[in-house]
């Protein structure tokens, strides 16, 4: 052990060198609506709001899964680092990592222990955990902050099973199914533990190979369900849980289930490349679920499945090959939840994460297994440096390409600009590189960016609120209007287009439309802080009082220390505020008055008195107006309290001697 000791801390050295790089690299994609702009995880106080309510997971409705423990962890990197600090972020993320391959060498260690390798695990454990920790697939899982849900799922259910392995008298006691618990409340996955379990009990604990009809492995399978019955209660448990507290908006994104799932065998036929080569790697890989079941990529697919099942069948009748099936077994239950329900996206390099624990040791174990039985003469003619210099030169290469991949995730410009580059027609990718473009203000770039995601994805509402904005930027209003329009048209659940929207109106003076738009836009989300904020904007501009003072409210009862709406409610306690509102009011009433407007006069003046009541001028105002409209009663009552406010006030003495002369006269 003390040998094992010092290479993983040579290993762990070498880890750290190669993610040196990638602990200020930026917040990408899905980290924009779960981190940047979800105002939850900017206060401590709100983490046990995250495990009865959903909605503090993302600021997007369709986006609003059940991770609370996931969101715990973002709080408390946004409160250690006194905000959106990178480096604190990134830090936990590679902390848990790096406590992952530790249970991961205890975890092969102790499986390849059970099949009689106990001569080669430590060794052959060490070298699979050298893979994984520097493969550059992990990098993708490592480098993407919100997806560390990944790391924690997996890391709970690695976890789970070492401590069930090696610490068999508290099995009674299922202590083991609390890093389970952990990690299926920040990412669902976590609950493939219980399959996991059983196939490992099943197969390698019990000795029983997958023939099924077999009397005696019957009788196995029902002892293994029964051993198993503590791990898929609390994992069914956890379905259910998951389910009832996901958001009602919540959509999984993906269209046709049956050309989703006839898609995803060649997705694992492009994991298991990855594998090997992986030289596709990006951020938003682009691939159309298949729609004809004969087609070649669907077809290769099917033999892969097809070989994997017999394989898997054929390996679990001896005592070696039943180790194989399992690991096969932990990389189909892993890549299950993602293969049967219709995501966005049919494949993303951060799925691989949990799969490649076992398929680490696998190929390290098929490996060593060929070259044993096929390949043993070779290592006659060649001394044990030679191969390990092949080994350190492996790890060399796997190195250098993550230590590549953390640059390429450096920035926003650099992971988009590879994903046009490996995805051309990718009208996602085009998009948000033209949008790193927009962001430095060229325009006219951003603009081409976009038209050309538009010739792939003609109806995606997002790309036309970013249209509308650059159409702005370039000075053409009527185009953006037209834009930000059609993004509504598009989605009118999402309140994203709404927002976008009501701030190019605001921004043209057009408060009253804006108002609208916004009513309508919190309709759809309540809880969305940017529509309430723009929202006091827009009623502060239209002076509208009352309507502010109940949203800053209301706003305050769910986000009690939102520094915006704080200044918003303080800027309401200042007198001189109030008084330069009434006055407001009073100067738009009398420029109706002077132009004829008499029923707007008098709506102006009325809400000058909301805001001060003991306003003589708006009292006159109104009698003016009421005069106008010959309702000589109001008129007068009006011009009466103006002047118990002022009674020295010569235009309410003429305004009432007038309505008082006007009352006097015979009724036609």
Known sequence: MPKTFLKFCLLFLAIIAVYWNHFDNEFHFDDSHTIVNNPFIRELSYIPSYFTDSTT???LPANRSYRPLLTTTLAIDYYLGAGYNLFFFHLSTFILFLLQLIFQFFFYKFLLEQIGQNKNASNLSFLAVAIYGLH??????????????DLHSTLGVVAGLVCYFYFPKLRKFPIYLLPVILGALSKPPAIMFAPILFSYIYLIENSASLNFWKKDNRL????????????????????????????????????????????????WLYYLKSFFLPTGLHIDIELATFTDWTSLNAVLGYCLVLFVIVYTYLQSFSKEGRLISF????????????????????????RMFFPYVALSLLICFLVKSFWEQKLAIFTTHF?????????????????????????VWQSEATIWEEATIKSPTNGRALMNFGLTKMAVGDYQTAYDYFKRAEKYNPNYYTLEINLGIVENALGRKGEAEQHFLRA????????????????????????????????RGLTLDPTNLRIRHLLMRAY???????????????????????????????????????????GHFLTQSLHAYNAGKYEDTIHYAKKALEIRPDYPEAFNNLSAAYAKLANWELAVQTAEQALSLKPDFQLAKNNLTFALSQMNLPKN
């Not at 069914?236 to 995803?264: D, E, H, V």
């Not at 690991?327 to 951060?350: K, R």
């Not at 976008?500 to 916004?518: D, K, Y």
């Open 57 to 59: 997971f993302s600021s």
């Open 136 to 149: 550059p697939v992990s990098a993708e899982t490592v480098n993407y902050i919100i997806q560390r849900g």
């Open 220 to 267: 196995i399978f029902a002892r293994s369900v029964l051993k198993t019955l503590p791990a898929i209660l609390v994992c069914t448990f956890l379905y259910l849980l998951q389910a009832r507290l996901t958001a009602s908006s919540w959509t999984p994104g993906g269209s046709s289930s049956l050309n989703y799932i006839m898609t995803q065998p060649y997705v």
């Open 327 to 350: 690991l096969i077994l932990w990389c189909f239950f892993t890549l299950a939840p993602t293969s049967f329900i219709p995501l966005a996206e049919t494949v993303n390099d951060h």
């Open 383 to 407: 001394p044990p440096k030679f191969w390990n210099g092949l080994i350190f030169l492996m790890l060399i290469c796997l190195a250098g390409e993550t230590y590549y991949r953390n640059k």
């Open 488 to 519: 509504i048209q598009l989605n009118q659940l999402d309140p994203a287009p709404q927002a976008f929207f009501a701030e190019w109106l605001l921004n043209e003076s057009q408060n009253i439309r804006a108002i609208g738009v916004l009513q």
């Open 540 to 582: 502060q501009s239209e002076w509208e009082l009352v309507a502010l003072k109940n949203l800053i409210t209301e706003t305050l009862a769910q986000y009690p220390t939102d520094p915006l709406t704080l200044d918003f409610q303080n800027l309401q306690t200042t007198p001189d505020y109030y008084l330069q509102q009434a």
